[in-house]
């Protein structure tokens, strides 16, 4: 019987090797992405160190940014393994995350209604950054959105359905020179977040800290303005 976990677990090493040849500047940049929301939040956190988080939206604001940056490293392992399937199913999921959080700066109504049993709902949240300069275009998520179900337009992205109705059995994860699309698009919503973290936590982060976040922030917005 074929080691299917050994066969997948060569692919992945030689998609990360490949990665790390062809993406080699993307990664870099994700990396320092990264780097800057760690010590963005980690700023905020000795900020906050002797006195209370208040009100809800930075409570929440916050801890919606530490799993955004948790999920960060997850999505920079699957996707320099080749899992890029996998790698918009949790994009998907942090675009998410920002939603929510530009719906927290635009409103600390919306941090409460999170906080309550019903919680905010998505839709609540988009309907709450509609016509601020924060609104996102929705264009991204409805794309993303089509890997995350189990319906045929979903599984067709990466297994295909033969005329005799046979399946091809996937061979993947499969390594492209267009992955570094995913880690750009990643950057972008970092951005978003950041943006949302220096307004968020405006009187409570060190000046310096807050010229450093928004150079970098307008540094990258540009960079990726002039590649798109």
């Known amino acids: 019987m074929a080691d299917y976990f050994k066969n997948v677990n060569e692919i992945e090493e030689l998609n990360v090797k490949l990665s790390q040849e062809h993406l080699s500047e993307d990664l870099q940049k994700y990396e320092l992405s990264v780097n800057v929301l760690a010590q963005t939040l980690n700023e905020i956190h000795l900020s906050f160190k002797d006195r209370e988080l208040t009100p809800e939206k930075k409570i929440v604001t916050v801890m919606l940014a530490y799993r955004f940056l948790i999920a960060s490293k997850c999505l920079f392992k699957i996707a320099t393994s080749g899992y890029y399937y996998e790698s918009f199913v949790l994009l998907r999921s942090m675009e998410e995350n920002v939603i929510y959080c530009l719906s927290f700066e635009v409103s600390n109504d919306c941090a409460k209604k999170w906080f309550t049993k019903d919680g905010l709902k998505l839709k609540e949240a988009k309907e ?44 993947g994860p499969d390594f492209t020179k267009e992955g570094y699309r995913l880690f750009r698009a990643f950057r972008a919503l970092n951005m978003s977040l950041l943006s949302v973290l220096v ?17 970098f922030v307008s540094e990258e917005q540009k960079e990726m303005q002039n590649k798109s």
């Open 128 to 171: 709450a950054i509609k016509g601020s300069s924060r609104n996102l275009s929705y264009k991204g998520y409805n794309y993303l959105c089509d890997y995350v179900h189990s319906n045929k337009p979903a599984i067709a992205r990466f297994q295909k359905l033969r005329e005799n109705r046979g399946i091809e059995i996937p061979t």
């Open 199 to 215: 307004d968020v936590f405006i009187d409570d982060l060190e000046k310096k800290a807050k010229n450093t976040i928004t150079t």
